[in-house]
């Protein structure tokens, strides 16, 4: 995290104490970890592999692990985030040494860094496609458009990596810019306007889906769990996405929860961060799917689900330019201030550690970044046919890109989030643990740490292994 940013997060703190009020300093961190919670994860992902695994079974699983993995852990990295009160690589160091444990867990920081760097750079080629959707709504090219030309259109700007690179480069300066600048105080302020703003136009699209007769299919799809239909694939690939939606195992929730005050219950909000990112996750997912019914589309066809389903809605509704125009840009603010989460690890370990200044840091990173995002680039067309891991079952017909999301998402950020449980759950100061949750010592800490000690390590593993084998 910025230093500027964390004058603005910890610029409402004081202001707050000041006043006496708890409510807003809570309220500044909920904003900030919903800004880096929502964001294409809910939006593009979360609808696009429910339609590859099935529908409900895989909604069911996801709920699940929200439920009994991604919240615990999401309270798990605000704890020790909030007790070491440092950049998540420093708190760590500071927690091992409080506690006298083996310095080899600061790694866990180095693993979420490389991880977000990866990440982003297929998530800005993907908020590219947002930023090119963006003046595609606003010109009218969706109006009266069919369900081929919109096919077509889509088509079209995935078999153009001159296109692609564009638009992944006018995203990655918009990320650039802003990391380097620190995120001000005004980016919160505006992420408070913007978020409800996202959740009321999902809530027209949801009604502009409820008014198509394929409402209740729709509906179905999602909520009717046909548990033939789960494979242990799906399975992890529900573990991975609850982690990358609720931006766990990067260190993000580790820097933010170091600016939470320590009267703020730390269950609380995690719990409202979730459950307002599973509710927007969920609202994508009710306004898509009657569309893809209504509309004799694939629920499975992939990452381009939304960018097919989405503009149809526009080209029908009434007032679908405006519609369509903020849209689309509310996905790429979405995008954005999930991005700037992504880029920030880096940075702030390149003015760390070598000794250069922030804008330098932000370039090198960024620019990095960017140069990767070429790979994914490339694997939507030219590399379309690049599966290196063929040679294994599970592999084929994956793309480099395919492969960029699964090492990350179902393999590294899994990893992650099991050790932040196991270090919270049996080797950090109890003590510590106690006070920090702030739940007393009855049953409602008893069952927590129980959850945390045993449920959340199980699950995970347990999804893992049987998907190794
Ligand atoms: N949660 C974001 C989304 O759903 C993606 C994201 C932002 C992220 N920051 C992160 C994922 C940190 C993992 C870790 O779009």
Request: aromatic share 12%; net charge neutral.
């Amino acid at each position: 995290m910025t230093l500027q940013s964390q004058n603005a997060v910890a610029g409402e703190v004081t202001e707050d104490s000041k006043s006496g009020s708890m409510w807003s300093s809570r309220m500044a961190f909920v904003l900030a970890a919903s800004g880096s919670a929502v964001g294409l994860g809910n939006i593009w992902k979360f609808p696009y592999i429910t339609g590859e695994n099935g529908g409900g079974a895989f909604v069911l699983m996801y709920l699940l692990c929200i439920a009994i993995v991604g919240i615990p852990i999401m309270i798990a990295e605000v704890m020790i985030g909030r007790r070491g009160g440092k950049s998540p690589l420093n708190s760590m160091r500071e927690l091992v040494k409080l506690d006298r444990l083996s310095p080899r867990w600061k790694w866990l920081g180095g693993m979420g860094m490389l991880a977000s760097f990866l990440i982003l750079s297929f998530y800005s080629v993907i908020g590219g496609w947002a930023l090119s959707y963006v003046g595609a709504a606003a010109s009218g090219t969706f109006a009266g458009a069919s369900t081929e030309a919109i096919g077509a259109m889509f088509g079209g700007l995935l078999a153009d990596p001159k296109a692609l690179l564009m638009w992944h480069s006018l995203f990655m300066i918009l990320v650039i810019v802003i990391v380097s600048r620190g995120i001000r105080s005004g980016m919160e302020k505006a992420i408070n306007i913007l978020m409800p703003l996202l959740f009321v136009l999902l809530l027209v699209m949801v009604g502009y889906a409820l008014s198509t007769d394929k409402f209740a299919e729709g509906f179905a799809f999602l909520f009717n769990p046909d548990l033939s239909k789960l494979t242990t694939e799906g399975m992890l690939t529900a573990l991975g996405h609850a982690f990358f939606t609720l931006s766990l195992g990067m260190g993000v929730m580790m820097a933010y929860g170091s600016y939470l005050p320590k009267n703020v219950s730390l269950v609380k909000t995690a719990i409202t961060v979730s459950v307002l990112d599973t509710a927007v996750a969920l609202l994508a997912g009710l306004a898509i799917f009657p569309l893809v019914f209504a509309n004799g589309l694939e629920p499975g066809a992939g990452p381009g689900l939304i960018f097919q389903t989405l503009p149809l809605a526009f080209s029908q509704m009434p007032g679908g330019v405006l519609f369509g125009t903020l849209f689309f840009a509310l996905l790429v603010i979405a995008a954005v201030t999930s991005a700037i989460s992504l880029l920030e690890p880096a940075v702030e370990w390149l003015t760390e550690h070598k000794g250069i200044s922030r804008l330098t840091g932000t370039l090198i990173a960024g620019i990095s970044v960017w140069l990767l995002g070429i790979v994914t680039v490339l694997s939507f067309n030219v590399w379309a046919d690049v599966t290196p891991l063929a040679m294994f079952e599970r592999f084929e017909g994956k793309t480099l890109f395919d492969l960029l999301d699964f090492a990350t998402a179902n393999v590294m950020m899994p990893l992650s989030g099991l050790f932040v449980a196991l270090f919270v759950g049996w080797f950090m100061s109890r003590q510590a643990g106690e006070e920090q949750l702030a739940l007393g010592n009855g049953l409602a800490y008893k069952s927590f740490m129980f959850v945390l000690r045993f449920v959340t390590p199980a699950a995970v593993l347990v999804v893992f292994v049987n998907n190794l084998m």
